[in-house]
């Protein structure tokens, strides 16, 4: 299979492009298209064979489920069995954006969508060509990231034709992504409203909308044994090919440790990459230390990242340790993505 790549107005996406998107989407195959959290992979969400189509291209297991893309909050009422009152305060606070709600699904969605589980995840993306898309092709795109299943997630075009090259029919360049990290998930099916996955979105500006909301007991638990009630439960995701792992305490204790470890991999022949920030980066001593941005950037760190994982395997770093960003009001999502990419290893100094 040759993949094209079309580039589009990010904007305003020419119709004609989107057109043959959309076509490609109704004949039971996949598009690659950016949102505003990171470029997904996207079928008709109400076609069996396009869920399956995803999870060939992706290598991505069948039991992890997909998000269901839809442009006007009318569409839940064809997909979700149940649509509480929460669900319209916040899709009123945040959508379009990066925040995915759960609900009882409808009998037009297939188990192979789901996942198999009788839920269904739904967003809303802010991005015109992502909408734009999902409005052409019949208002219902699956999409889960468009990379090979565990790799950190695409932020650019370059990226997804790295990973999917040959395995897909077309990307949609639309540049670099906004935001860089994916959509909160909110499971709204039980008595209280659990977050499944961390993202942009906080805890605290969905409980300022609706109340009490917990972190789902799974967050933080490796457990590859369960059914994953939502997509980045399972598995170890957003993981580069060198060994990833993170340093936790005071910053100067930190570099040191991450210095020795460098040297000691330098006399074993290996090359180590450091992920820290601006204010940092001057302490430490390793074959790439690679700054994700200014602690007062936190939209820069989070739309960094996947990008500077990518980039240490691009220059064959054997083994990549990071700081931790735990004190960010974003840092819950960025640690979240980290410690998955890591497999949870963490040296604390």
Wanted: charged share 25%; glycine share 8%.
């Amino acid at each position: 299979m040759v993949t094209r790549v079309l580039k589009t107005d990010p904007e305003h996406p020419e119709s004609n492009i989107i057109s043959e998107a959309a076509q490609i989407l109704s004949d039971g195959s996949v598009v690659a298209f950016p949102t505003e959290t990171v470029y997904g992979l996207g079928a008709d969400a109400l076609k069996p064979e396009g869920a399956k189509r995803i999870y060939e291209a992706k290598g991505r297991p069948s039991d992890n489920p997909l998000i269901v893309h839809i442009a006007d909050v009318s569409a839940l009422g064809r997909i979700a069995g149940e649509v509480p009152r929460e669900a319209e305060a916040l899709a009123d606070a945040f959508w379009p954006g990066p925040l995915t709600m759960i609900f009882p699904k409808s009998a037009a969605v297939p188990s192979e969508t789901t996942g198999g589980l009788d839920t269904v995840a739904v967003r809303m993306p802010s991005h015109p060509v992502a909408l734009a898309l999902i409005r052409e092709s019949g208002g219902y795109i699956a999409a889960p990231s468009a990379n090979v299943s565990g790799r950190p997630s695409p932020t650019t075009a370059e990226h997804v034709l790295t990973d999917l090259d040959g395995r897909i029919p077309l990307i949609l360049d639309g540049g670099e992504v906004g935001i860089g990290i994916e959509s909160t998930i909110l499971d709204l099916t039980g008595d209280v409203p659990e977050i499944l996955r961390p993202g942009y979105i906080t805890q605290d500006q969905i409980a300022a909308v609706i109340g009490t909301v917990e972190d789902d007991p799974a967050l933080g638990v490796v457990d590859d044994t369960a059914h994953p009630k939502a997509p980045g439960m399972k598995y170890r995701h957003y993981a580069p090919n060198a060994e990833l792992i993170l340093v936790s305490g005071k910053s100067r204790d930190v570099a040191s440790k991450i210095n020795a470890l460098a040297e000691e991999n330098r006399e074993k022949g290996l090359k180590t990459g450091v992920l820290c920030t601006e204010e940092t980066k001057p302490l430490f001593n390793a074959d790439m230390v690679a700054s994700i941005g200014s602690r007062e950037d936190e939209i820069g760190i989070a739309r960094h990242l996947y990008a500077l994982l990518r980039e240490f395997d691009e220059c064959g770093m054997d083994q990549i340790y990071s700081e931790c960003f735990s004190d960010l009001s974003i840092g819950t999502a960025i640690m979240n993505r980290l410690e998955k990419a890591a497999g949870h290893k963490m040296i604390e100094v």
